[in-house]
């Protein structure tokens, strides 16, 4: 018998859904509440990396992005100096985004098996990909106290999700502050449950039979991009 995630949704929810995360989207990129990181992320985009001297910045919050009927999420940590803060997409333009990306269109998340810019082809389906940190820390570590100013974005994605089933939290949004535990309380989506490798037969009867499946691959593609994901907020 078809579950309810594999019944079409109303348009209107699709609709509303793609409002409200848009709205959090700009707030995301024009957000300067957390001084250290804009001092940061403002300074990279201005300094470049070589390899990047001819290519603008984004330089902003980077808001998650994907299929606002996404029935899971995937949750790194914070966006890289040189990757996400440059192409303003998350983990676009990095190794960990390499990997990542790769193995969602390997397990049929992706539309292609990678992605360079935010304005390229690449669609997401099924799949929303964020983090608790919008912007990119120094030496890769954001401050507990940036990572809670921060995480009421990630909370409003999440719930703004209305299929949401199942939280993949990667790196360092895996552990500490950002366990998947924690997340679930934090974001207040009684569906979510963390996946990974270990349990992902936790998710029981969450999610209909397709997304199981691409899941298990997902998850068997997921170790490499984890080792390139950032480390948990610094105490
Ligand atoms: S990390 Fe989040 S709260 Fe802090 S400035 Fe960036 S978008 Fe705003």
């Given at each position: 018998m078809a579950s309810w995630?594999?019944?079409?949704?109303?348009?209107?929810?699709?609709?509303?859904?793609?409002?409200t995360l848009a709205t959090i989207a700009d707030e995301v990129s024009q957000c300067r509440a957390c001084p250290r990181l804009v001092?940061?992320?403002?300074?990279?985009?201005?300094?470049?990396?070589?390899?990047?001297?001819?290519?603008?910045y984004w330089g902003r919050g980077v808001p998650g992005w994907g299929?606002?009927?996404?029935?899971?999420?995937?949750?790194?940590l914070a966006p890289a100096a040189h990757g996400a803060n440059r192409t303003g997409r998350m983990f676009c333009g990095d190794r960990s985004g390499e990997w990542l990306y790769r193995a969602l269109w390997r397990a049929g998340?992706?539309?292609?098996?990678?992605?360079?810019?935010?304005?390229d082809d690449m669609v997401l389906s099924d799949?929303?990909?964020?983090?608790?940190?919008?912007?990119?820390?120094?030496?890769?570590?954001?401050?507990?106290?940036?990572?809670?100013?921060?995480v009421g974005f990630l909370s409003r994605e999440l719930a703004?999700?209305?299929?949401?089933?199942?939280?993949?939290?990667?790196?360092?949004?895996?552990?500490g502050g950002g366990s998947p535990r924690h997340l679930g309380s934090v974001v207040g989506v009684r569906r979510a449950v963390a996946v990974d490798e270990q349990?992902?037969?936790?998710?029981?009867?969450?999610?209909?039979?397709?997304?199981?499946?691409?899941?298990?691959?997902?998850?068997d593609r997921l170790d490499a991009a984890e080792q390139t994901m950032l480390p948990p907020p610094e105490r």
């Open positions: 995630l594999d019944m079409d949704p109303a348009p209107d929810v699709e609709a509303e859904a793609a409002r001092e940061w992320r403002e300074r990279v985009a201005r300094e470049k990396r070589a390899a990047y001297a001819d290519q603008e299929d606002p009927l996404a029935s899971v999420a995937v949750v790194g998340f992706a539309s292609q098996p990678e992605t360079t810019s935010r304005d799949v929303w990909i964020t983090s608790p940190v919008h912007c990119a820390p120094p030496d890769n570590k954001p401050t507990i106290v940036e990572r809670d100013t921060c703004a999700l209305p299929r949401l089933s199942v939280v993949v939290a990667l790196g360092g949004a895996r552990v349990d992902l037969g936790d998710r029981g009867e969450l999610v209909s039979d397709g997304v199981e499946d691409r899941l298990a691959r997902l998850s």
